[in-house]
Nanobody, 121 residues
Framework: EVQLVESGGGLVQAGGSLRLSCAAS????????IGWFRQAPGKEREGVSC????????YYADSVKGRFTISRDNAKNTVYLQMNSLKPEDTAVYYC??????????????WGQGTQVTVSS
């Protein structure tokens, strides 16, 4: 059974940091890319970052470049999203997904349940 389990969300003040984790199981980890997406209330889901598990290529949305860092631990089948200098507009439910290396949600096949990130001003 394919599973993607996010953790690490929470409430943080503006300027603070959080590290999200995405633990994957049930599929061949290094054949996919892992993407992070977020969805705020009343807004479309947007691609935040993704990483190719096989070669480590990364992508970041302009809104998070320089503040967020995606990384992987192949031995643990886990992808991390380090989020620094958080802003209130980063508040959203964050999802990880497995699929093809892309910032588009339609390119992803498997999804986690999401973790809430709330940034207070």
């Amino acid at each position: 059974e394919v599973q993607l389990v996010e953790s690490g969300g929470g409430l943080v003040q503006a300027g603070g940091s959080l590290r999200l984790s995405c633990a994957a199981s049930g599929f061949t980890f290094d054949r996919y890319a892992i993407g992070w997406f977020r969805q705020a209330p009343g807004k479309e889901r947007e691609g935040v970052s993704c990483i190719s598990i096989s070669d480590g290529s990364t992508y970041y949305a302009d809104s998070v470049k320089g503040r967020f860092t995606i990384s992987r631990d192949n031995a643990k089948n886990t992808v991390y999203l380090q989020m620094n200098s958080l802003k209130p507009e980063d508040t959203a439910v964050y999802y990880c997904a497995a699929g093809y290396y892309s910032g588009q949600s339609s390119d992803y096949l498997y999804w986690g349940q999401g973790t809430q990130v709330t940034v207070s001003s």
